[in-house]
C-alpha cells in the first residue's frame, strides 16, 4: 500500500500572505533615508514695511561675525544703507525712510571683503503718520497727545511754532519708546504745531504729519 502524502501546515498559506503584506512597507522603510539636518544659515524677514519702520529679522545659525544690511539690489556687496551687526536672533533693523525696491542681506567677510550669504527682498512703502490732541491749551498746562507712525528709534513728536525749520527743538516725545506722551505747554501764547518728524536713513528729517495748536 503507498504511504500516504504528508499534509501541508494550516498556517503556512497565512504566514505566506503576511508576509507578502509587509514585504512593501519594509522595503520602503529601508529606502526611506532620514532627512539631512540643516546646517546653513536661516533668515526669514517680512516682505514689505513702511519707510523708516523698525524690521525685525527671525535668523538662525547665523555664522561669527555675520552683519545684516540693507541695500538696494544692485548694489555691489560692499555697499550697503544700513548695517547691523546683530547680538540676538530677532534683531532689529533701521529701514529707509524713501519709499522703494531694497533688499535684506545677510553678510559675512570672506578674504577680507564682503560676502553676500543669503539675500531677501523688501518693499519700502510711503510713511505716513497721524497725530491727535486738543486744539487748544492753557500756558504752561499739560497738552495730552497721541503720534503714531514708522515709530523708528530716532522719529519724534514736537510742538514748535508753524515757521520753525524741520530740525527746532520744543517739548517733544518719541514714539518708538510710547505713542502717547503729555506735554507742557510753551510759556508764550500763540500759534503752534505738533509735528511727526521722521529721522531715517536715506530720508534724513522728513515732516510726516502736523496739526495746529493754539497757546492761550
Do not use: H
Not at 542681506?105 to 510711503?126: C, N
Not at 505716513?128 to 523708528?152: H, K, S
Not at 503729555?182 to 510726516?208: D, F, H, K, M
Request: charged share 20%; hydrophobic share 45%; net charge positive.
Amino acid at each position: 500500500m503507498a504511504a500516504a502524502p504528508l499534509a501541508r501546515p494550516a498556517f503556512s498559506r497565512r504566514v505566506f500572505c503576511l508576509a507578502s503584506a509587509l514585504w512593501p512597507a519594509t522595503a520602503f522603510a529601508q529606502a526611506k533615508k532620514p532627512a539631512a539636518a540643516a546646517t546653513g544659515p536661516s533668515m526669514s524677514v517680512a516682505r514689505s514695511i513702511m519707510a523708516g519702520a523698525p524690521l525685525s529679522a527671525f535668523l538662525s545659525r547665523a555664522p561669527q561675525g555675520a552683519r545684516l544690511a540693507i541695500a538696494r539690489p544692485d548694489d555691489p556687496a560692499d555697499k550697503a544703507i544700513v548695517v547691523l551687526e546683530p547680538k540676538v536672533s530677532v534683531p532689529s533693523v533701521q529701514t529707509p525712510g524713501v519709499a522703494g525696491d531694497y533688499e535684506l542681506r545677510l553678510m559675512v567677510d570672506r578674504d577680507g571683503k564682503p560676502a553676500i550669504l543669503l539675500r531677501r527682498p523688501l518693499v519700502v512703502t510711503e510713511p505716513l503718520a497721524t497725530l491727535a490732541a486738543p486744539e487748544r491749551v492753557g500756558r504752561r498746562q499739560a497738552l495730552p497727545v497721541r503720534g503714531i507712525g514708522p515709530n523708528g528709534e530716532q522719529d519724534r513728536v514736537v510742538l514748535v511754532a508753524p515757521d520753525a525749520p524741520i530740525d527746532a527743538e520744543g517739548p517733544r516725545f518719541f514714539p518708538a519708546e510710547n505713542v502717547e506722551a503729555t506735554l507742557e505747554a510753551p510759556e508764550q501764547p500763540g500759534a503752534y504745531e505738533l509735528r511727526y518728524v521722521l529721522n531715517a536713513p536715506v530720508s534724513g528729517l522728513r515732516i510726516l504729519a502736523r496739526k495746529p495748536v493754539i497757546v492761550e
